[in-house]
Every structure is written in structure tokens, then in C-alpha cells.
């Protein structure tokens, strides 16, 4: 039976997505190649939604991984102590942590998902201050479980939810003047709006396209927390294990936000893991067990993980992507000067979104994409495209791939 | 160094609670038994709260991931085609969903834990329905993130939500009364109650204190469910994959579901996995990514859950499991009459809990367990303990357990 | 122009109900005598929904008003001090709070109509208990604005609400076995029901049909909101003001509410009106100005009302209002028995229901009684007939309006 | 007894304010003077929050419903046709709706009081739109029931409510900027703000101060609006009845609301009324009975208020407010350059306010007022003092007036 995808048609929930962009059989894949059941290959410029920066079944934590089950490692432990858990929290602290000063800070590991992580987050800001309203921003991506949801911008998803989406002030993202605005309803007495628990950023909104935050705005944002008492939470999900050229994608911005949210990267391999980096007195809110799960203690996460976050040791790796990222702006650059369909490319690091006029361009471009043998994927309310290839891509895959991305383009577009 | 705590209470946060019952760093384990730095070995009555029915690092599982791994297999695939998924929905298709008369029912791959299904059966029941309520019941639990949350009754955690929890009625779990006047109310215009999106109902409260419902109350529960044109969603996350005796824990009370939520054991050896099993007219009212998340394509779950459908290809599994629970039960029993300070006993399967009269009693007997070598976890609100020992675990590990068991009952109330 | 109904038809808005019911212009009303523009007299039996327990333009009260407006009387004095205001509080202390032994209770004006009381009451409650949910019972009537709607049961009024109606927890009125199963809730932990801020309670339900809550279970309420810190307040605006033969419609109960609301006959004359009736204790929470409103200071109502007040400084008015009660009765008492399509007849003082088979029956008896010269109104889901006249109705009136009533059921059911 | 305030600080609940700023006991007022019971007299800047438009005991209002009470008219009819409310309509469309065009528009009698005529206007608007949110602006005052509530803007008013006040969209009053904003949210489908059912804004904002909307600012609401779906909801409540030299406050601005709210002045004497003036084809959507209430029918507030509509019947009375206006304005324009502790002065027509630099001095001030006979009240939250005289005050009382309060300034400021 080679690539049989009646199995799904027949048994899988009408829900499906990626499959009916993508609609053939994977059976293995290697950094950034992917491969379906007729030797076909794709180059994958989607890599997981952002989780493989260190690419498909990296050889380095492939190895470990096959070591620590051989060994009989705990594979599932709840949140009890274990020999994996404890060397990734000590790498964490030593190649992340110390070197920002912050190995005060607290990790916490929650429900193996980006959305569990955010429930997480705002459960304790809200905890810590007593209020319940969250600032969350337009294109905005923080998950689809319901306190996450309420947070999340796109009303395609949002409509999902059938319930009040709550507790929440909606507000413009990067938008200075907006923000001056929020600044005087919060301290206008006769304004009907209390002050918020949190505000919660991405400080590079991916999933809503590539839209990268000023430091003007984000340290704008900061001091209104400050100034109001809330808490800065930064949703860095899908931009930080080094996509955007260094570990966190706000590195370059002085900020100092009170809890970090992690996820998708994280786990290295592509195994789930969410966890949350907690300033210490704000974590001491937490009393034992208050946000539980059964998932929150995976050795394979922490083994690849582990791997993961030693790429960052020294700024060699960084260093690399920043010059695949160039590679990539170049290539592209031109594409918003020959076609007028092209509206804006954005780009941090190695990511990089390219937003056309319309969804049905990219509908037939990403469509075009895939014949080419090159797997990328629509985002936000789908009139971008948004370029995400592993971090570890080699040059000439990389280059191949940009390839067959301005071959498609062309084929639609010329 | 050996069996070093100090990483995790300087680094992790202060929310960590398993891991304070079982002060000890774990290195390895293998079905019941979990080894410490120290190599002392426990038994483990616990099983990752539900999840290791086939016990830790189960030899057939270990095998075919190992050989997955090392064959480049597709690890993280969001809701793409892969070869083992395709495996993976067969194998349930045939081995579970036919025999019931089943095979025409969706599957639906949500975000990879109990309480993400749970979130995505809200939004389905409410999008069916265009309601918004959903009857859930006391001592319910269904996770954590904010729609969960609303239907878990446990105060404690309900009230780290820090905002109203809301869209849910609360009623009375296995009370033929209770439920009467509940329909009484749905059924009066002048009742201020309007008709629900579904029930929501546990068959077996494991986390709850294996409350087991009635086939009367919740074939009840059906009807009333059917006469307002509610769903019917059974939480089976903890009951379900052979728990019970049978593959769900409420194959015998002849029930039909409009959906059925699984996460914990369906993984096979831990890892995450969750998943909806849908009526077909139900599932159409998705539209394509309305709930959509990224690691709802884990390679690992699905070639490991595979070999855990497998168990149940004949009656074979189901009859140990059977033999064991009554090992449990026949060893137990006499507590209930030796001690009046114990309430109650309580079984379905391999799911035993043992009420006594204080959260107290419970802490000193689990902390005695843990200094005899056993694992074994209080549930609910603290007075109760749940003894769920995988399923695979040899017979005479499992006496050796319930020696142990029963040696820090008596060290703590004789 | 005679009986010209044009003006309202192509000027009024559709919302408008009694009027549909009574589709005549009437100009003048003496006692429980309302006559329209071609003189056609009616007897009153609805009374302006329960405000007119004194009759149409009451000789004392108009004399009183007269007097008082020609005067030059303040009529509108927000929450200001002025003597009629003064007389009101002291009459009413006098007569109605000392033989209770409730003179240390506090009175606080609100807006002026009984929904805007409730509101009142429901905020003090809130406010004392630092608590948001309310237990309020099937049938209940408490108003229309958000707030109170969120309490009054009947989904016909809910659905206009266009907003979700919350915070109310929602139970059976009257019953015993439901209210043993909210206790149990309350006081576990497991539940997921939190303890509330304040049953709202009618003793009697008048909009509901003329319910009366037995001792037992008034009783039981009562100590369940004192178990559970919570406020009993009595919602008597229909029940109030000597309807059932006492001033209050629960004296005969041995209560001790926190909060009594009134409203409607509070007036005397039928000029809005509301208060509270606050337990010292529990008013001192308030702050200056924090439920407030143009319309609290009503002069009118304070005079006429004064007037009302003194109906009850001897208890010969309430026995006379007890005679006419039995008149009424003894003269409807066989429909019971002469008709199967009447379900039930229910009585507490001068107001009695009659519950018939369906709501087009009522509607069918209501039309003939307004052929026959009588008002009478349908209440709760309509299929019921509440009758309330004036209780200074003299008693060969209260016989003629009786027979018309009589005469149109016969005329409908035999 | 003289002037014996004790009754109200024994039996009157904490909640009183006003009477805490003018502690004395009135037993006379006329026109825009009221006598206290030591024969003090005050002259009114106040007029009963701004109800009290044509005087305290108007005259020919006086004379018509002492004779509307002699004749036995109908004081209290729910929403039962009388002759008096037909009179009252058919004033109502001959003087205030045909000059307009907008006799078509329907007339709906609500609860008597501003809070409830806006609870029925968002219940309406919610209603036809199919929509939930309302947009309403900072400094705005709706009333004090809880969906009004959820409308007004001051946190010490919105704190009372003790639940959550939802379904509101805050954003700010006469701002251009905050408008292309919300603008920008509202059509952009990565916002996470859903189109809204309503805009409520009063076209003056009195309580708020005195803060009136520029004709370019409302049209620029009524457009949004418009692109929207959403109606457009005046409050002009305490801005209609002629109080800015025209009927409507807004007459200027070549609005076309879909719903105008209107209570306080209405009745002409100060007894309660409220009433919403709605397109046809918005009206239509009202299901009878849908928004009910006891008090909607007040024989009182009808005679007088016909009277008070017939104040309009030529241009005549509004040239004379515009006349008084102007001789306040002349007679306090130069606090502001004499005082710094001024901050501003904001007028249209007589309603007039200052805002000095904080509440305390008003404190002051006002207290000062009425010890030189002058009532004089604070708004908003507190640092503004608002003059509202009636609009019929005589010359000489108003010159008096506005000595008596520039000699309280200057005693304080001095």
C-alpha cells in the first residue's frame, strides 16, 4: 500500500488542517528533508510549526534518546524528581539563565504544550495580583484551550471556542499611540477600566506573521506594567531556542519581563514540553499542586532538550543562523519589488513571512509549493506566508529550497 | 553525585507536588518497579497517575520505538499524514472501535493531553448544540486549562483560576434523585435553567476517589441528555485503555456515547497523546483547523500506543487484569473491617481506593509506603488513596506491593 | 373622540402586553372600580400587578397629596432629608419595625421600582460576603435590569436578556430534597460550588403563581445561608404591605431575613417606590453614594405611603382583609371539583391562583373576563389566573367580581 | 420638632449621600427655591440631579394634576391605555417627533427610571443585532443596575457591583484617535474584538462633567456604527428636556440615533418616568411583554409631562435658557483666569461646569455653598462642581445664585 490516505479520509475528524495543505504520506525525515511513502522528498520550510530548529531527527539527540531508553530512563514522572530532569534544569540555568543574570529565576514545567504553559502563566499573574483582566494584542497567537483562547486575536479561532471569551482588554500591537491611549484609560479613575493582571506579548508575533515588536514599544509596554502594577509576560513560544539568532528572541531588547513562556523548541526533538520561567517572588505565589498535570515530567524532552540548549553554549550557532537569515532575505528581497502582490516581507532571524494580497494567492502559491517538493505554510488570517526552515538546515538545502519557494511564486505570480 | 535534590529546590518552582511525597531522584524503571540514585527500588501503585498501564518501559514498546527512531521515523508531525499514525488509527479502528459496531466514528487527534480533548469536546458539544452549558458533576476532574477547569469540581483547584469559572452546572455525581430534579428543572420553563451543550460525566471518577457510577444513573444521565438534545461526552481519560477490565471502563452498562475523550494510557509508554472518538454527524460540524494545536502528531504515541491497542486483540489481557484486581481486592478487604478508620473501599478493575477518615491518616500512610518502597498517591480532596499499579505488573511484585501497603496501614493505625 | 386606541397602536412601541389584554382607555378608577372612556365599568382584579392593595385614588391619600402639592411639598429630593420623609420612616418604625422588634433595622431608598431594589440588595449582599453567586429558585420573579433578571427564572424573560445571565446558582422553590441536596454541595469540598453571598427568596411567589413556601422550608433556607455565611434576603414586593393578611406575607414564619426588599404597595397610591429593609450590621457596609439614583427621594409616595403604613397600627384591617380572603376562596373553591382542566387553586391571604390545564384555556378566560367587566391577569408561564384585587375592595364589589370571574370560566369551560 | 435630622441618622441606611452635603430638612420648595424647616431658603443649582427643568412645583403642572387626582384619573395603569398617557404621546409626536421627521419612530415606556430605560435600549440593541457588546466611553454614567452599570465608566460606582461587569467594549469619550482605533479593531479579523450590537453615548456627558462631544466626534460614531452593523444609542437623559437650548441635546449635530434614552425631565414635576424612542424597524424586533415592569404607566408623570413637552412648542422658551446661559457663562468666565486651581470651564447651554484641581477643594466649596444658602453639587469623580439650575429660574434668582456661589469660591480661594 504506498502512500493510502483513505485511512484518514474514512477515520480522522473532519478537523484536520496541515494534511488537506500537504496531502501525502511522510514515513521519515532528516533535518530538513521529509520523505512520503514515494521516495518523494520535501524540503520543509515549516519544520513542526516552529518546533524543529535543530531539524528532523537530529543525529545528536536521536543517539541520546535510543541511549536513554535502552537504559530503561524514566520515559513519563508525573513532576518527581529525575536524573534527566535535573541535568536539563542545570543546563538551562548555566547556558540560558547565568548569563542574563537571572539564575534567580524559577522554571516551571506545566502541561506539555504551549497553550497549557499560557493557562499557567495567567493563573499565577492573576494569582499574584489579585485581578483578573489580561491585556492581549491583535494577530496575538497564545493557544486554543479556553483561557488561552481568550487571549489569541484570530476570530477564526476564537469563534470555536461557543463560549464569552472573558477577562480579557484587547488592544494594537507595536502601536505607540494605542498604547498611550490604554496608558490613560488605566489611570483615568472615571475611565471603567481597572487595572489588568498582565500584559501578555509576543515579542515577535509568529503565528500572526512575523510582526516584530519595536523596543520602543515592548520597553512601552513594560513600564505601563510597572507602572500599573501588572505583570510583563512574554510569550516566546515560537520565537525563542534561538530562532531569531539568539536564544530568546527579545534578547536584544533590555527587557525584563516577569515570566517567560516556553514550549514547542524546547523539547528539542519534537517531543512536547511547556514550562515557564518565573521571576522567584512572583513564583513564590504558587502553593504545591495548584496547576497540575499528568504530562509535565517527560525524560525524553529532557534528554533531547537538554541537547537542544547546548547548541546555545557558545554564539557559534547563533552566529550561523544569522547568516542563513541573510541568505534568505536576499534571495527573497527582490520578490517584493517585482511583484505588486506582494504587499510586505518581515523577517527576524529565520523567520520570515511575505504577505501577498490576498489568502487565495498564497492558497495557490503554498499549493504550488508543495508539487515543487517544498512544504511551507500559511499563517495569521491567511494572507502570509511565513518561512520557518530548521536552524540547522544546510546552506544548500536552504538555498534549494529558496529555490523552489521563487519557483512557485513565479508560477503564480508571473 | 548521588541523589541530589538541590537542583530542583533552587531552580524549579515552588507549584512542584509529587515530587514532595517521593523525596528521592529516580534513574530508571522498568514495568512496576522505579530505582532510585541510592538503588532502592519502589513499587510502583501509582503508574504516572494513570498512565503506565503497560507498565514503565514496556520490552515491546521499547523495541519498536528504538527501531522507529533509529529508521528516521516522522517524530513531530502536527496533524500531517505519517505512515505510524495511519498505523496507529487502523489498529484502534479494527481492534476497538469494530467490535463495538463502532467503525463508522471519527477520530480526532487533539493537543496531546487529557485536558486539551476535554477543551476540544466543549467546543464541539457547544458548536453542535448552539448552547453553552455543560452539566459536570461533584468530584469530577477533567484537567486544568480553563475550560477543564470549569467542569473539575475539586475547590482547591478550581479556585487558582483567579477568574469566574463559568458555563457549567454542577450536580450531584451517581444520585438518581439529584438527577430527577435536574430534569424536572430543564424540562420547566419557569426554571431559569436552559438546556445544556452536553453532559460531561466520568464513568469512573478515578482522580475523584474511583467513584463508579451506576449503569441506572448514568444510563439516566444518557436519556436525560437525549430528551433536552444534549451530547453525551464520557471522560474515559483514566478509565479506558483496560483499566477497568475491559477496554473502556464502561463497556458493560451498554451506553453510546456522542464522544468519548482518551489521553493518558493510549500513548502506550507515556508519552503524550490525546484524542476524541466522535460520532460521525457530530464530527462534520468541524470546519477544518477550529482547534488546532502543535503536537497533535507525536510519532511516539502512535507506534508505542499501537502495541497497547494490540493488548486487546483477544480477552486475554482483560482476564489477568481481572485476576489481579481480585489479588488486590482479596488482600485488602479486611482493612475495611479491622480499622474503623476506614471508611470505605472502593474497585472497578485495577482501580482500588481506600477512603479513610482524614487527609491526615492518608499523608502519614503514603509517607510510610514511600520509606517502605511503594508508590502510592492520595486523590480528592486528600482523604483518599488510589492504588493503580500497571496493569502488566507481575503477580508477585503486585503482592509484594500490597505487603508493603498493608504493613504502613498497620505501622500508622494499629 | 371616544375609546380612541389609534394613538397607541401607530405610536407605541410592540412591547407593549397588559394593554393587548385590555384592549379599552380607561379614564378614571375609584377603590377596585376602573371606568373607561364609554363609561363601561370594570372590577379590578390585577390592581396595577399587586401596587394597589389600597385601591384607585384611595380618599385619604388623594386628600393627603392634594394638600400636600398645593402646599408647595417637596416633591423630588433625591436622598435629601425633608419632613414628609421623616413622617414616612417614623410611621413606618412605628408601626411596622418596633413590634417586630427590628427598630435598629436600617431603611435605604432605592430607585424607585422593585427591580432596582433587588439590584440594591443583591449588591450589599455581595459586598458584605465578599462572594458573587446567589441561590434563587425556579418561578422566582425579581426583575428585569441585568441584575435581578439574572435571579427572576422564567426563560420567556431571560432570553431578552441578549447576554449570559450569571452568577446565580439556580434551585427547586419549596423543596425539600432539593434543598438537602444543595447543602451537601455546599459544604464539599469536591462540589466545585462555592458558598454563595445570599438566597433570594419569595416567601410567596405571586408572579409565579401564588406558591407559598412552606415554614419547613423557609425555615430550612434560613439555616443553610446561616451555615454557609450567607444572607437570607426575602424578596416580599408582591407579598408586602398586608396582601396576605398580615403586613409582611412570612410574619406567621419565625424569620430573621438580612435584607427584605419591598417595592409596588409600599406607595400606597401607586407612585413608585422601593426599599430595603437592611440589618444594621449588614447596612454599615455600604459606603456614601454607592447604589444610587435621581429618584429615591419621592415625596408623593412618602405621603400616601405614610397613609398606607397606618392601615396596620391595629390589626383590624388584616382581619378584614382574612374575611374577604375566606369569601374569595369559598366562592372558587368548587371549581376545583367542577372542573378537571383546573389543576389547582392556591391561596395565602388575598391573592389566590388558579392553575389550569394550559395557557390558551387562561387566555380564552381572561378575554370573557374583560367582556364581563372584570381584570384579571395570567402569570408565570400563563397558565395560570392570579387574582389580587384591592384589599379595601368592599365586600359587595369583591361578590360581583367574583361571579363575573365565575361566570367566564363557565362560559369558557362548560 | 425643628429641623430634627436624628430620624435619618438612626432608621436611614449608611448608603445616603446627597443629604450628607445639604444637612438639613426641607419642607417647601418653588420653582428654584427650597425652604428648609427653619424658614432658611436655598436656591437650587442642583434641580434634583437635573430632573427638575421646569422648577420645583411648576405651576400649571401643579394645577393640572391636582385636578387629574380630584377627577380620580388613573394613577397607576402598568401599560394599560389611559387618556392621559394618549394625551401625553400625542404631545409628545406632535412637538417633539414631527418637527424632526421622525414620527414614525415608536415610544416606549420603561421602568421609570434613566437605569431602566437603558437596560431596555441594550436589550433591544442586542436583540436585533444578534450581537452581545456594547461600546460605551470613559466619564460616561448609564445608571446603576448591573447591565447599566457594565455601561458607566466611574470605578467607585462600578466597585459596588460585586460580580463582574461584562459585554462592554471601554474606549474613550470625543477622541478621534481612539476612534480610528476601535475602527481598525473592529474590521480587522486578527483583532479579537467582535463587531458590537450597540454604541452608547450621551451627547453631553453631565455626570461626567459637563464633557460635550463635537459634532465631528458623533458623526464619526454614527458612521462606525453604521459600517459595523451596530446602532447607535443616545443617552440623553439628563441632556434633553431643553436643558442645553434645544429639546435634544444633540439637535445640532444632525444625528440620527436608532435609539434615544430619556427619563429625569420628562415627567415635568419630578415624578419618575422613562422612555426609549426607537426606529420602527427596530422596535419591530420586540416580542410583547419581552422588557416589563410595574411602573410604567404613571398617570402623574404623564399630565405633567405633557406640559413640560408643551414648553417646546415654539422657539421661544429655548431662547430664553440660551439667554440665561449666556449670563452664567459672563458671570463666572473669569474664575478661570483669576483662580489656577481652576482647571476648566465647559458649558452647553445651562448646564455649566467647573473643574478645579482636586475633590477636596470642591469639598470645600460646596460646603461653603450651602451655608450661603446655594445647593450646589460635585460630579465625576469629584473635582468638578456641575450647575444645573431650573431652567425657569427667574433672572434675579439666577444672578443671586451666581453670587452666592462666586463668593463660596472666593472664600475658599481666595
Not at 493563573?123 to 483562547?149: P, Y
Not at 509596554?221 to 500599573?228: H, W
Not at 530548521?390 to 529550497?401: A, W
Request: glycine residues 8%; hydrophobic residues 40%; aromatic residues 8%.
Amino acid at each position: 500500500m504506498i502512500n493510502e490516505t483513505k485511512t484518514f479520509e474514512k477515520h480522522e475528524s473532519e478537523i484536520r488542517a496541515y494534511c488537506r495543505a500537504v496531502p501525502t504520506v511522510f514515513k521519515s525525515s532528516s533535518n530538513a528533508i521529509m520523505i512520503d511513502e514515494n521516495d518523494k522528498n520535501y524540503i520543509d520550510f515549516f519544520a513542526g510549526a516552529g518546533v524543529l530548529n535543530f531539524g528532523h531527527n537530529n543525529p545528536k539527540m536521536k543517539e541520546a534518546i535510543v541511549e536513554f531508553i535502552q537504559r530503561d530512563g524514566v520515559i513519563q514522572s508525573l513532576d518527581m524528581f529525575t536524573d534527566v530532569k535535573r541535568d536539563f534544569i542545570n543546563t538551562f540555568v548555566e547556558v540560558i539563565l547565568k548569563p542574563r543574570g537571572w539564575e534567580d529565576r524559577k522554571l516551571q514545567f506545566t502541561g506539555p504544550t504551549g497553550t497549557n504553559a499560557v493557562e499557567a502563566a495567567l493563573k499565577l499573574a492573576r494569582k499574584v495580583t489579585g485581578r483578573t483582566e489580561i491585556v492581549a494584542f491583535n494577530r496575538g497567537f497564545h493557544g486554543m484551550t479556553l483561557g488561552s483562547l481568550a487571549c489569541t486575536a484570530n476570530n477564526a479561532f476564537r469563534s470555536s471556542s461557543g463560549v464569552p471569551l472573558t477577562n480579557v482588554i484587547r488592544d494594537t500591537f507595536n502601536d505607540m499611540n494605542a498604547l498611550e491611549n490604554l496608558r490613560q484609560k488605566m489611570f483615568d479613575l472615571g475611565s471603567g477600566m481597572l487595572p489588568p493582571a498582565a500584559f501578555l506579548v509576543e515579542p515577535i508575533q509568529a503565528e500572526g506573521g512575523v510582526r516584530v515588536a519595536t523596543k520602543e514599544w515592548l520597553q512601552g509596554v513594560q513600564q505601563l506594567a510597572k507602572d500599573v502594577g501588572a505583570l510583563l509576560i512574554l510569550d516566546d513560544i515560537q520565537g525563542a531556542s534561538g530562532r531569531s539568532g539568539s536564544y530568546f528572541s527579545f534578547d536584544d531588547l533590555d527587557l525584563n519581563p516577569d515570566i517567560i513562556v516556553l514550549a514547542k523548541g524546547l523539547g528539542g526533538l519534537g517531543t512536547p514540553i511547556g514550562m515557564l520561567i518565573n521571576k522567584a517572588e512572583i513564583d513564590s505565589a504558587w502553593a504545591p499542586g495548584q496547576h497540575t498535570g499528568t504530562f509535565r515530567g517527560q525524560g525524553l524532552s529532557f534528554v533531547a532538550g537538554k541537547i537542544g540548549i547546548e547548541f546555545f553554549k557558545d554564539e557559534k550557532f547563533n552566529e550561523e543562523t544569522k547568516a542563513k537569515a541573510s541568505i534568505i532575505r536576499e534571495t527573497l528581497d527582490n520578490l517584493n519589488s517585482k511583484y505588486n502582490k506582494v504587499v510586505e516581507i518581515r523577517q527576524k532571524g529565520m523567520m520570515l513571512a511575505i504577505e501577498f494580497e490576498s489568502a487565495s494567492i498564497v492558497k495557490e502559491i503554498t499549493t504550488k509549493c508543495f508539487e515543487n517538493g517544498l512544504i511551507a505554510g500559511a499563517c495569521s488570517t491567511g494572507e502570509i506566508i511565513k518561512l520557518i526552515p530548521p536552524l540547522t538546515i544546510e546552506e544548500e538545502t536552504l538555498k534549494e529550497g529558496l529555490n523552489r519557494f521563487k519557483a512557485s511564486v513565479e508560477a503564480i505570480l508571473d
